[in-house]
């Protein structure tokens, strides 16, 4: 039978692949049955880096290993349905909504700042992937209601902690950074220290409530 | 020496810039760390295995020479990468050699005459505290060591157990003109030919390079008709990515690049000349070759 949401495995230099994928839910089921592998899996051994984004997982190998080599087929047929979800760590954020964005939010979804807060802190999150910058988790599970577009200018400064939205995501910046996210609140909570283990407060797959402190 | 005595190099001018590197910090990309370390990795290997230090041993990386740093305590040396002179206090020495110095001599690097970045590693490695593994600086997440200040004292750790074997490397003089060996990425298909364009373009470096990113001008790249307008959500990078946004004017990313990317990844460079492209300077012609 063939699968139809199978990965594509694209060569990516001498040391990677990047793994073509259907959406962020099979992302999300390959970097976990990868991380799995690499604990007992002597295939897997040699990732060293590897990178979920939305539709793509990028798997890097130590220098010098074949990442053409690398079973991704045998990874995917062996990952670990859904069902694992209520298991993964949950982080609760308390906010304080006073953004500068918020009135402007519910101006453009025709909700009271009071609704805005309130669809937002209703929802639950989950850490598809980072990027960005240092601790910086994009979370999906906004809801639709919220869904804004960027600022049309960035600012030049967002500080940190800052909860924000965007398109279909929501984040809060780690340390501060120009952004264009439109600013919700704020958050005490320090995302990223690298002297803490592990470093990332969010790590893909993290699951994440806001509430309204 | 005895035992417990406090080896160091005091820094006395740091040049242009010089960081405190390593061979880098992987497994942190899923929370937005890159990989950092030498930009130009071979050479401070060769300059490490000079002075008996495991490979990936913490050494300077010297922005286009310019450094003073005075030893504390007797220290042994070598100079890598980029070639220019230097000077034990107002003695000219080799690159590429093993270099003792006593305690009190200062070491001088020059301006480099070709290249940007020259390596040096100390007999022990520099002694900074580890980030996340290592003690290399990421100027674009911000992670690992401030870049060196005049006034530092940087620690060297304790020697190793082997032994320098041989005083000296032998080294080519780098090329006049860099070839970069490239294979396809994995948008190469958005481009018309595009390898053939890598290939037959004269490529010029712009003064916006540096360890994030070299940043190339010449003929624009075009994208096929099917592929014009399209968007691509972010992906995971790796240096030496080629990466085209849409003013058609590649960059090639380099060690301190984002972990993530939204623009399409048309070639990438071969691992070996990774070093090369470390050495390119602002003004340098460039050109792309088949990997």
New interface residues.
């Given amino acids: 039978m063939t699968d139809a949401r199978a990965p594509r495995v694209v060569p990516y230099g001498d040391d990677a692949v990047l793994v073509e994928l259907a959406g962020l839910a099979e992302v999300r089921a390959l970097d976990d049955a990868v991380r799995a592998a690499r604990a007992w899996d002597p295939d897997a051994a040699v990732v060293v880096d590897q990178v979920p984004a939305a539709r793509t997982l990028l798997l890097r190998v130590r220098e010098g290993a074949d990442p053409r080599g690398l079973p991704v087929e045998r990874w995917w047929a062996g990952r670990s349905a859904p069902a694992a979800e209520a298991e993964r760590p949950e982080v609760v954020l308390a906010v304080d909504y006073d953004g500068p964005d918020l009135a402007e939010v519910a101006r453009l979804t025709r909700l009271t700042a009071d609704e805005v807060v309130a669809r937002h802190t209703g929802a639950r999150y989950t850490v598809a992937f980072g990027g960005f910058m240092a601790g910086f988790a994009y979370l999906v599970g906004l809801d639709p209601a919220l869904r804004v577009p960027r600022l049309d200018s960035p600012r030049e400064r967002v500080p940190a902690g800052s909860v924000a939205i965007a398109d279909e995501f929501s984040a809060v910046y780690p340390a501060a950074t120009p952004g264009g996210w439109r600013l919700l609140g704020r958050c005490e909570e320090t995302l990223f220290d690298v002297d803490r283990d592990p470093p990332a407060l969010l790590q893909p797959g993290t699951r994440v409530r806001f509430t309204s402190s | 020496m005895t035992s417990g005595a406090v080896t160091a190099l005091e820094v006395l001018d740091p040049g242009l810039l010089t960081l405190v590197e390593d061979l880098g910090r992987?497994?942190?990309?899923?929370?937005?760390?890159g990989?950092a370390g030498a930009a130009d990795a071979a050479a401070l290997r060769l300059a490490n295995r000079l002075v008996a230090n495991d490979e990936g041993a913490a050494g300077l990386e010297v922005l286009l020479g310019g450094l003073r740093v005075r030893a504390v305590g007797d220290v042994t040396v070598a100079i890598a990468g980029a070639p220019g002179p230097a000077w034990l206090d107002d003695r000219p020495v080799g690159r590429a050699a093993v270099l003792e110095i006593r305690s009190g001599t200062v070491l001088r690097l020059g301006p480099v005459t070709s290249g940007l970045r020259a390596y040096v590693a100390v007999r022990g490695g520099i002694d900074v505290p580890a980030?996340?593994g290592s003690r290399s600086t990421d100027q674009l997440?911000?992670?690992g060591p401030e870049p060196v200040r005049t006034g530092d004292v940087l620690a060297v750790g304790p020697a190793p157990r082997s032994w320098p074997v041989v005083d000296l490397a032998p080294l080519r003089e780098p090329p006049s003109r860099v070839e970069l060996p490239v294979?396809?990425?994995?948008h190469a298909d958005w481009f018309e030919d595009v390898l053939a364009g890598l290939r037959a373009g004269e490529w010029h470096v712009t003064p916006a390079t540096n360890r994030v990113a070299v940043r190339l001008t010449g003929p624009a790249l075009t994208r096929t008709a099917a592929a014009t307008g399209r968007e691509l959500?972010?992906?995971?990078?790796?240096p030496?990515?080629v990466q085209v946004p849409p003013d058609g004017q590649p960059v090639v990313f380099g060690v301190d690049h984002?972990?993530?990317g939204g623009y399409p990844?048309v070639a990438?460079?071969?691992?070996y000349a990774h070093g090369r492209l470390a050495q390119v300077r602002p003004g340098d012609r460039v050109s792309f070759v088949r990997g």
């Fill in positions: 992987p497994g942190w990309a899923h929370v937005g760390v990989r980030v996340l997440a911000g992670v294979v396809a990425g994995p959500p972010s992906e995971g990078l790796v030496g990515a984002p972990v993530t990844v990438v460079l071969r691992r």
